[in-house]
Structures are given as structure tokens and as C-alpha cells.
């Protein structure tokens, strides 16, 4: 069969699927442990990754071949009409984006895909410093907006299953602290998606790795910190990148242990990522044993890895081969095989929703020399604290560039430097997810951050202009008060709703939850140029503020 006929039949399909959509999918709610639909029947995840990898810059500091830009799979309209025949033969229910650009259209896309009854998994970051730098995370304001504005984008859609607040993000026991800032975001984003009424629910995925830290990690995820039994910080859907079934190997000796290891697990869980290719061709007769009832006590599914071509350090990835004109789509063995193996798999269809029991959320594990998180979590980021911070503080930040956010953390690693050769402290801005001690000013995005250690070593030196120039990118603040007392009395006032809890608010600007498209995106059917995005500006200094905790780590900086 040509595939150009194949792509004609696609877009005649599409389009005999814009009537009906509200019949064509149900809203997928979870019951303890378990997914269902909204007539009662049990929902399993029958997924595939759906995303072109963006450019990869192999090197010691990436040794997993993240990329470093991405192509938003969900904005380009032809290629999702292309495509969503062959995700149909596939037999998919679900694909799984893990960067998408809020400020593009992607009426066209979900709307294909909800017609097709697929649902999607997005992620809420972006590659490099659009998420949380597993080595020293942070849950600043410029985190919390990226991620509120993508999901106001897409509360409109009826066919978000759910949103991940992190992806591999803790990696290893010496990095379990992290872990404290992927469920403040947990618990950030699920109070923000009550707000607005949606049913998303909150994941996260997982490496597979060491049950010593892994288990904790996904208990930690769903626990209550309180002991009330709450499920506010709690996140509803915990996704496992498992890669142990390799070539046709069995359930006992691929998948035994991993079942035993969450067999008492609260909440709903799947494979966020599957498919060894160490031994090809992949069969995937995983399959027939993640849908079969011996794991269907414990899982809902799982997302095949890779629609598209992707490389990692495994090898190479992929089911398809898109030409270069974007119009030919030619299916390996990879797709046929996976294509049996989901049209054969039968999953058993209980519990009932009646009977799947009511969440539960134990207590939270306790550290130990394996398991390093907090049960203190970060405050939720407070915008208007920071700004007013900003506002009064007096020394500025001011770049003399407009590539500002090259020189942002090579700057903060400088002021804190004189602060801690003057004897002062950079704690302010420091985070420490073992001791659960967050400064002030830690959650604030990294530019308020540098303004703040600016204006401590300009009042630190008398309140000399010079001490404010920081090679010409600070600015003296005339109306902000120039003396300690003044500054930090200044200062507490600004901060004093920066503590606790609250629920996050769409930053000014940022399309509504209400339905309404971003006034800066792109139409359905634009190419995948228009949506590869090479991160900047401001997105760009969301992984700055690491710089302050690995100055701290290294001792360079004092800590008061």
C-alpha cells in the first residue's frame, strides 16, 4: 500500500470524526489504584511516546543524550492528521508528549487525536532549563508559571489524561533529595487543577532503578506528610520507564520483581516508557504479560517507546520513518510487531469501580543513608512576594546584553562569592531538600535572586555605586532604602506571604483556563520548523538558580 494513499485515508478519517466528539471520549477518572472510564469500565494506558527528538550534544554532562531543543508534537495540525491513522492501526489509546510550547495552537491536534479517542500525557517541562536540574533542583516562580500556563492551554481539551511534573528527575539514591521539589510541584499543580475544575491527573515518571530508592521515591510521591490521610501533595498516576523485558523473555524473569515491588502500592501506576531494542527485532510480547492479570493488579498500561526515530544510549528507537517533505510515513517491523501485540491484548476488566476501594495515603518513609528527601516541603512559589522584592530592592539587576541569561548564573556565582569573602551569607536564595530549610528568596526566578545577592554586597560596602555596577549590568535603586536595617525590614514585608501554601494564579498575560487560544500561536497545519523551539529569554533562566546551590555545595559560598 502507498503510503500517500495511506495519508489520504488519514485525512479522510479525520475528517469524518469532527461530529461527535463529546461521545468519541470519556473523561478517565482514577479510583484508589485504578483508571476508569466515565461509564465504570476499567481503563488501561494502550500508549505510545509521541515526540521527534530534538538536536542531542553528546557529552560528559549529558549522558543520557537528553536533547537540548524540542519539536512541540501537539502543534502541528498536517502531522497529527498524518499520523493518526497509523496510531489507530497501531491500536493506541494514549501517546505521551513530553514538550509542548504553550504560547502554539494545538486546537487542531487534539482535536484530531480526541476524535480518534487518543488521550495524551504531557509534560510539563522542557529540555535543559525548563525543568528541575536533578543535580541541584529548585521550585521557583519561573517553574510554577511555565507549568500552570501550559496546562491553562490545554484545560480546554477533553482528552488530557494527565500532566507529569518531572521526568527522571531523581536518578540515583545521593540525588533521592530532589525529590522534595518534584512533590511540592505535585502538590502545586493538583491544587491549580482543582482551581480550575479540570481532571488531569498529576504523574510523574520514573528510571527504573534500585529498590532501596526507588521504592521510597514512588511511596514518597503518594504519601501525606501530614498523617491526615490527604492527597494534596499526593500525585494520582506514577509511571515507571521500564526497559527489563528484552527480546521474548518471560513475566518471572522480566517482570516478576518489579510486580512484587509495588504490589501494595496506593495510587494508579504504569509504565511511563517500555521496549528493550538490545535485542532486535522487538517483539513486544511484553505486552501480552503488562495487560495479562498477572499485573493488572498493580498496573494500568504503558507507553511504547518510540513512535518516532529517537536515539539514546541504548541505541536507536523507532516504529516509523517520516520523508523529508513530512508527507510519507514508512512502518518497521517495530510497528507491525507492537500492532499484533496490543490487537491481541485482552486485560481483565476488574475490580469494578464499585469495588476498586477509596485512596488512601500512607505516611510518608523515613530518611535513612538511601532515601535523603525531607518530609518538609518547599512554600508554593509566591510571584507577587518576588516581585515586590524586586521592586524595593537596591541594587538591580540590569544586563548590559540582551543575551542576559548567559551572563545570570556566572554573575550569581560571583556576588555570592564577595558576599562569603565579606563574611556574609548566600542562605537566602539556598534550598536544601535533605534539612527541608528553603530561603526566602529561593523561589523566586533566578534574575530576582541575582538583584537580591546584588543589593547585600552593594549595602555590605557602604552603599558605594561602584559595588552595584557588577561589570555594568546593576543599576542603584534611587527610591530603594540603601541602609541594612531599612533594606531587611523592606524585605521581611515583601516576603512575609512568601511561606506556606497556597493556590497558584495564572500569571498576568497568559490565556485563560476558559478556553481561549494564546493570541501568539501558530494555526493547525504549521510546519514542525515553526514549533521547534530553542529555549531563551526568560525560559531560559529556569535552571539558573542551580548555580547558588552548587556554590554552596562546593563550599565556594558561607552559609549563615
Known sequence: MRASSRF????????????????????????????????????YIKGVAYQEQGAVVASASNPFLEPSTFIDPLADGTACTRDVYYLQQLGVNTIRAYS??????????????????????????L???????????????????????????????????????????????????????????????????????????????????????????????????SGSNSGATAIDLFGLNNYEWCGNSTFQASYAGVEGQFAGYNVAAYFS???CITSPPRLWTEVGALFSSQMSPVWSGGVAFSYFPAMSVQGQFGMVTISTDGTTVTTSSDFTNLQTQYAAASPPISPSQSGAGTSSYPSCPQQNSSWLASNTLPST????????????????????????????????????????????????????????QYGPVSECDPTVMLSYVMSEYYIATGANAQSCSFGGNGTVNSKAPSSATAANTVASSCLASASGTSVPTLPAGAPSPSGSSSSSGGG????????????????????????????????????A
Open 381 to 436: 512559589p509566591n510571584y507577587a512576594a518576588c516581585q515586590c522584592l524586586e521592586n524595593n530592592l537596591s541594587c538591580q539587576f540590569t544586563p548590559s546584553t540582551s543575551n542576559y541569561t548567559a551572563i545570570v548564573g556566572s554573575l550569581l556565582n560571583y556576588a555570592c562569592s564577595l558576599i562569603g569573602q565579606s563574611g556574609g551569607s548566600c542562605s537566602a536564595i539556598s534550598s536544601n531538600g535533605t534539612t527541608g
Open 100 to 125: 509542548v510550547n504553550s504560547s502554539l495552537n494545538h486546537d487542531s491536534c487534539m482535536q484530531t487525536f480526541s476524535n480518534a479517542g487518543i488521550y495524551t500525557i504531557i509534560d510539563l517541562s
Open 524 to 559: 493547525s497545519g504549521s510546519s514542525p520548523n515553526a514549533a521547534s523551539v530553542v529555549l531563551a529569554d526568560a525560559r531560559t533562566l529556569m535552571g539558573m538558580g542551580v548555580l547558588v546551590a552548587a556554590g554552596i555545595a562546593s563550599g565556594l559560598w558561607t552559609i
Open 8 to 43: 489520504a485515508t488519514g485525512l479522510a478519517l479525520a475528517g469524518a470524526f469532527l461530529t461527535g466528539v463529546d461521545a468519541a471520549i470519556q473523561t478517565i477518572t482514577r479510583n484508589g489504584r485504578y483508571l476508569y472510564t466515565a461509564d465504570g469500565n476499567r481503563f
Open 273 to 275: 516508557e517500555y521496549g
Open 127 to 225: 529540555p535543559g532549563n525548563g525543568s528541575m536540574d536533578r543535580n541541584a533542583p529548585t521550585w521557583t516562580t519561573n517553574l510554577l508559571d511555565l507549568y500552570i500556563e501550559t496546562i491553562s492551554v490545554f484545560s480546554k481539551y477533553n482528552n488530557v489524561l494527565a500532566y507529569n511534573v518531572g521526568n527522571e528527575v531523581v536518578i540515583q539514591s545521593n540525588g533521592t533529595a530532589a525529590a522534595t521539589f518534584v512533590k511540592a510541584a505535585a502538590r502545586d499543580v493538583k491544587a491549580y487543577l482543582n482551581s480550575i475544575k479540570s481532571s488531569a491527573l498529576v504523574g510523574y515518571a520514573s528510571i527504573d532503578g534500585d529498590a532501596t530508592w526507588l521504592d521510597p521515591l514512588a511511596n514518597y510521591l503518594s504519601c501525606d506528610p
